[in-house]
């Protein structure tokens, strides 16, 4: 059973709206993550928190923002979609030393 | 810095058969190595992990992959492939020790077990 949850799991939104992908998770990991699943299917980290109050951007340079104010939560926004900005985006969280636990996915469509 | 490298963008193989997808790595130091599989629509699930010990590691659905340092490898094997096991396998590593705590992982290669 998954403890890490996603939500939503399917978004259909216009160009230039503002969207906020939810992550929570019930492990009390330290480290979360945010990576993004191009068509290819290849995975590009875009955003990863060390504990509350510690962002940083990945390897992919992304137009997203991210916050942890609370261990559990780390969502990912949008300010204003884009038809590139489609993509699945997929969370996940660590312990220090072992691998990681993701979330389900949220499949982001912008039209 | 520590890289992955999957060769192959594409495995097929009939049910029954055994199974490898390969996986080489790089770090410059000691490297943490996974495994994870992701099915259509659906976030990647743990396989299975080399920390340190024992070479041959077993992991979740009879998968297990075999440790090389000296060929840097840690190809994923099955002895008895299932149609089931069609989906998507990615390798990653960690450089213990290095200071990267984020995984990097290859680009993918589709399993496709017929029957």
């Known amino acids: 059973e998954a403890d890490i949850y996603q939500t939503p799991r399917y978004l259909v939104i216009g160009t230039g709206k503002k969207i906020t992908l939810e992550c929570s998770q019930t492990?009390?990991?330290?480290?979360m993550y945010w990576y993004q699943q191009d068509p290819g299917m290849e995975l590009h980290l875009i955003h990863y928190?060390?504990?509350?109050?510690?962002?940083e951007k990945g390897d992919l340079s992304s137009e997203s923002t991210v916050s942890r104010i609370r261990t559990e939560h780390f969502p990912l926004t949008l300010e204003s979609a884009r038809p590139s900005h489609t993509s699945q985006y997929l969370c996940a969280s660590s312990t220090g030393e072992g691998g990681y636990t993701f979330g389900s996915g949220t499949r982001l469509t912008v039209v | 810095a520590q890289s992955v490298a999957q060769p192959e963008d594409q495995v097929n193989v009939a049910e029954g058969n055994p199974l490898t997808v390969k996986c080489t790595y790089s770090?410059?130091?000691?490297?943490?190595l996974f495994w994870y599989v992701q099915y259509p629509n659906r976030g990647l699930q743990f396989l299975l992990k080399?920390?340190?010990?024992d070479n041959l590691v077993k992991g979740s659905y009879g998968f297990e992959a075999e440790f090389n340092k000296s060929q840097t490898s840690f190809h994923l094997k099955k002895p008895s492939a299932l149609v089931s096991d069609s989906a998507l396998y990615f390798c990653?590593?960690?450089?213990w020790g290095s200071g990267y705590s984020t995984l990097t992982f290859g680009k993918g290669t589709m399993l496709l077990v017929s029957p």
């Open positions: 080399y920390i340190t010990g």
């Open positions: 492990m009390g990991h330290d480290k």
């Open positions: 770090v410059s130091g000691n490297p943490y």
């Open positions: 990653a590593v960690r450089d």
């Open positions: 928190s060390y504990g509350v109050n510690s962002t």
